[in-house]
């Protein structure tokens, strides 16, 4: 795992180092950089930096930027190819010869042999570019579902000023070169208002966009060129097969992956959370172990800091767990400085951190101190269906064939619930309000109703006048909207796996954990993503991922037999922190600053006035805005770290 940066430009060695200063979190092991000869007249070099952090061969053998023998490819990679073995002995049956034992050196060997065909051989989670010597070409990949992120800024040339492109693992090495100007990009705020974050290739920053997920981009002689890679396809669902033979199919799948990427010359251990996808890849990481007990990680929540938040008890839960498989347990009791830590995560995250930042880099932090890498049972609610919301739609068809009738009703009952109870919960009342108001929708504004938080009505309160203006000419549901159209074809629970396969997963999920990891220099793997899970479920029949009301049916029927049952079939917790409580608590002052009716009205984005109005209702309770209030004061202190 390591952090990437390079440039196509004039004189590229003088920006090299401060992009790869700016990562240094990222790998902290080895650092090296690579300049071509000119490519043009104009004398523009292309230059690739690396800081590396060690998990395959550690050895200096292992430096990157990494030449392919004829010096044809030059190589800067961040990741893991988890099946490399396989595929460096088919490469050496080609006739090739390695000198290493990296999966670096096995990826320029693929790259020579097969172009890029070579990428749909690949399975592990990567972002890497390469620079071709003989076409004088760049090229950025990013693995199928963005585990890793990629970002890049295109520069065009203008009178005597020629083109340049810059790409980095983190935005900051872009900007660390000062050859653009940080600015907001008005499109991006809005989608970020609506979701707490902006779907790919968009960014904060209006000059950078990301690599999307299974896409592979060109720079060539000025020009741009996208391409993508994979895709996940449910056009061959398999029916006729029985329950017991896909619980196998799960079961030995989990098994296999776990075991792929376990593959490391380093410490590794796992997060655990007393959930059912974090508890299944320990049982599974048991039986590779050698007889080495695991190491597991798990955060608990303080008692005096749920008085607001309805928070389950991962503690009891992770011990539960560890009774039975006898790990090397660490429980880590979340008591942050969290005044003091936020500006330090939005450094990071680069954009507003949504609040499970803020456990993710405690303990991933922690569990730096004796381990390289970890496994996390992310993205097993994207696979398998395990999402709340995914329940909620389920429910709200029975109102899809007598709309007319129903529908009117459920716009009234949104109406009548009152949005909180001063001094009580207030999340039970705004879940049961957005699913009654979400509910009255249709199939994709429904789904999307589910997942907005300041609506478009609420915006437009919100903006002040100038800022009305700018966003009215945004529709924040594109995106979605497009990749429903490509998965209409398939089965209503599939299509929404895929949009969030394509959006909330890689934006949000996956965007978090890798920063907040990286920021501890800890890498993070994630088996429930690993290409062959993805294609197993794809081909599953749907009413086996939602059974009735069941989430994540057939992966808790596989995991039966290898964890307790009460574990199994235990009520869904999200991997969330008490924001409520530090809203009221640590950070008001904050908030009376960052947010004060002055600091708004100088920002000039939204109307103090409503902001105040916001403010007022959640902290008495009439409302529960607490994460519009937390979205709110993390884009005030992204201005401050990035563009004031």
Not at 326 to 349: C, G
Not at 360 to 373: G, I, K, Q, W
């Amino acid at each position: 795992m390591c952090g990437i940066a390079g440039i196509v430009g004039i004189e590229p060695g003088r920006f090299i180092g401060p992009m790869l200063e700016s990562v240094e979190h990222r790998g902290r092991d080895d650092e090296g950089t690579w300049v071509s000869e000119a490519i043009d007249s104009y004398g523009r070099r292309a230059c690739l930096g690396h800081r590396r952090l060690a998990i395959i061969d550690t050895s200096p053998g292992g430096h990157e930027p990494m030449l392919s023998p004829d010096g044809r490819y030059v190589l800067t990679f961040n990741g893991e190819i988890y099946n490399y073995r396989e595929l460096r002995e088919q490469l050496r049956a080609l006739g090739h010869k390695f000198r290493t034992d990296s999966d670096a050196e096995v990826l320029l060997a693929a790259i020579s042999e097969w172009g890029w065909d070579a990428v749909g051989h690949l399975n592990g989670m990567f972002a890497f570019a390469v620079w071709d010597n003989h076409e004088r070409t760049l090229t950025l990949v990013r693995d199928h579902v963005g585990i890793k992120p990629l970002y890049y800024s295109f520069i065009p040339g203008h009178n005597d000023a020629q083109p340049t492109f810059l790409f980095g693992s983190e935005i900051k090495s872009i900007l660390a070169t000062g050859l653009i100007k940080p600015e907001l990009n008005p499109e991006a705020l809005h989608q970020f208002l609506t979701f707490l974050w902006s779907p790919d290739p968009n960014t904060l920053f209006a000059n950078v966009k990301t690599v999307p997920p299974a896409h592979l981009l060109q720079f060539h002689a000025g020009e741009i060129k996208l391409t993508q890679w994979w895709d996940v396809s449910f056009d061959k669902i398999e029916e006729g097969k029985n329950e017991a033979y896909w619980r196998e199919r799960v079961l030995d799948t989990l098994e296999r992956v776990v075991k792929m990427e376990m593959v490391a010359d380093v410490p590794l251990g796992s997060f655990l959370s007393g959930g059912i996808d974090s508890s299944g890849i320990v049982a599974m990481m048991e039986r590779h172990s050698n007889g080495r007990r695991i190491s597991t990680y798990t955060v608990g929540i303080e008692s005096e800091d749920l008085r607001y938040d309805i928070i389950p008890d991962d503690v009891r839960w992770a011990r539960r767990v560890n009774e039975q498989l006898q790990t090397d347990y660490h429980e880590i009791m979340l008591k942050p400085s969290v005044a003091d830590l936020l500006p330090k995560l939005v450094y990071h995250m680069e954009e507003p951190p949504i609040d499970m930042a803020i456990p993710s880099y405690l303990v991933s932090r922690a569990a730096r101190e004796t381990l390289t890498v970890m496994l996390s049972g992310m993205g097993g609610d994207e696979v398998f269906a395990g999402y709340p919301r995914q329940m909620a739609m389920k429910i709200a068809s029975v109102f899809d064939p007598v709309p007319n009738l129903l529908r009117p009703l459920m716009k009234t009952v949104a109406g009548a619930l009152p949005g909180g109870l001063p001094g009580r919960l207030t999340a039970p009342l705004r879940n049961a309000k957005k699913f009654a108001r979400s509910a009255a929708l249709d199939f994709e504004d429904r789904y999307l109703g589910y997942g907005t938080y300041f609506t478009n009505d609420t915006k437009r309160r919100l903006y002040s006048d100038e800022w009305r203006s700018i966003t009215s000419e945004y529709d924040p549901y594109a995106t979605h909207r497009a990749y429903f159209a490509r998965a209409s074809a398939a089965a209503p629970l599939n299509q929404l796996l895929y949009v969030d396969l394509k959006t909330f997963l890689p934006c949000l999920n996956l965007l978090t954990t890798d920063k907040t990891s990286m920021a501890a220099n800890l890498e993070v793997r994630v088996p429930f993503l690993n290409r062959e899970m993805i294609d197993l479920a794809a081909r599953m029949p749907p009413r086996l991922k939602l059974h009735g009301l069941k989430r994540k049916y057939v992966l808790k029927r596989a995991l039966e037999s290898v964890l307790p049952k009460d574990v199994v079939w235990r009520k869904k917790a999200g991997f969330g922190a008490p924001i409520r409580s530090w809203l009221r608590g640590a950070l008001r002052p904050m908030i009376g600053d960052l947010l004060s009716e002055d600091a708004v009205k100088r920002r000039g984005i939204f109307r103090p006035k409503e902001v105040n109005r916001i403010l007022d209702a959640n902290f008495s309770g009439r409302e529960d805005y607490n994460l519009h209030v937390f979205q709110l004061l993390g884009l005030e202190l992204w201005h401050r770290t990035f563009l004031d």
